[in-house]
Structure formats: structure tokens, C-alpha cells
């Protein structure tokens, strides 16, 4: 009886880490910033759809991982522009960073090296990765898009990104608590929702061969 348990677990467990993990975070839209650095000042405005971020999104599947960020206009190839993502979990860090048809990503083998890369028409800048650590989704998503910076070239900037949750410093970019963002419409328990599942159909056909 207990052998068939410990088949059941297991099987549960297998099936578990199978599942599709997904994170997804999304920004509010006409929220990019226009920063002038002498006299300092800084002002939304939706003169950059180019640059605003409307979301990013993680998932995992079948040993990918895939990483994208969507803005309300276009995904614009341009020397001054730089659109960056990053997932930052326990076990793993995915991040690229895309500027003009180039994409970089971290090439220390214990982070996400980026595989590929398209541009979904027009404005979904996706790359994927081969899977490294576990392949959850407890971790942190975050996303930037950036017009002359950080590379500055004159006195003015544009930049869009997501909120930064407490204590992360993800990507160099403004620490904010811009209301209106939402978070968390990822999946991470559902994994655990599916193995108590499991074990709940393992007892009752155990029940029933007593
Ligand atoms: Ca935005």
C-alpha cells in the first residue's frame, strides 16, 4: 500500500513541474516619464507610445522560458532607444536588453542567455531562453523602456517601467509606487493546488481497494 502512495506522489510531483509556470505584470498607459536633468523636471506624457510599457510576461514550458515586453505603440529600432526585461526568481535570472535590432543578454551560465527574439507585430518584443534552476514563478518581473538613457546625450529623457516591488533594484531604473499597476496575475500556487489534487484522487482510489 505504501508503494503505490509513493508511485502516486510521484506522479503528482512529475506532473506538477510540467505545468506551465506564468508571471504577467501590466503598467498603466500615457505614463512615460519626460525627465530634464538642469533645472530638474519630470512630467508624464503619451507623446512616447513607442516607449510606453503596457506589460511584461514570463512563462516557462517545456524547458523555455520566454520573456516579453508589450508597449502601446511600436517596438521602435532606433540608436537612442533601449527596451530591457528581466525575471529574477530563486533559482534563476533571465534578462535581455534590446536596442536597435541588437539584443544582449547575461552570458554568466548561471543566468538566462537569450536563444532567440521577434518582434510580434507591432509592439511584443518576446525572447526566449533555455530554462535554468527550477523553471518557477515566484520571482520578480520587470520591465523598461528608455529613449536616450541611460546613455545620455543632451539634457532630456524619456523612460517608462514597472514598478519595482519593495527591496528590488531590478535594472537601474526609478524606484516607484505608481498607483494604477497591477501584479501578480501569475500562477505560482497552482502547481501546489494540483499535487493536493492528486494526492486527494491517490487516497480515495486507495480507499477503495482496501
Ligand atoms: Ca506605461
Known amino acids: 500500500m505504501k508503494k503505490c502512495l509513493i508511485v502516486f506522489i510521484s506522479i503528482a510531483i512529475i506532473l506538477s513541474t510540467q505545468l506551465v509556470s506564468a508571471l504577467e505584470k501590466t503598467d498603466p498607459e500615457n505614463d512615460v516619464d519626460h525627465i530634464i536633468q538642469n533645472p530638474y523636471s519630470i512630467e508624464p506624457v503619451s507623446s512616447k507610445p513607442n516607449l510606453d510599457v503596457k ?9 523555455v522560458a520566454t520573456l516579453s515586453i508589450t508597449v502601446k505603440g511600436e517596438i521602435e529600432d532606433n540608436e537612442l532607444i533601449t527596451y530591457y526585461c528581466e525575471y529574477e526568481g530563486s533559482d534563476a535570472l533571465y534578462q535581455f536588453t534590446y536596442k536597435n535590432g541588437n539584443l544582449n543578454s547575461k552570458t554568466d551560465d548561471t543566468f538566462g542567455t ?18 535554468v534552476g527550477a523553471g518557477g514563478s515566484d520571482g520578480e518581473l520587470y520591465g523598461f523602456a528608455g529613449d536616450n538613457f541611460p546613455n545620455l546625450d543632451g539634457n532630456e529623457y524619456w523612460m517608462d517601467n514597472t514598478v519595482v516591488e519593495a527591496g528590488g533594484t531590478p535594472g537601474g531604473g526609478e524606484e516607484t509606487t505608481d498607483g494604477g499597476n497591477t501584479d501578480g496575475s501569475g500562477t505560482p500556487g497552482f502547481e501546489t493546488i ?3 489534487a492528486a494526492l486527494g484522487i491517490a487516497f480515495v482510489i486507495l480507499r477503495r481497494k482496501k
Not at 527574439?117 to 511584443?124: K, R
Open 55 to 63: 506589460k511584461v510576461s514570463y512563462t516557462v514550458d517545456e524547458g
Open 114 to 131: 537569450a536563444q532567440d527574439h521577434t518582434i510580434d507585430p507591432p509592439n511584443t518584443l518576446t525572447v526566449t531562453f533555455d530554462v
Open 194 to 196: 494540483l499535487v493536493v
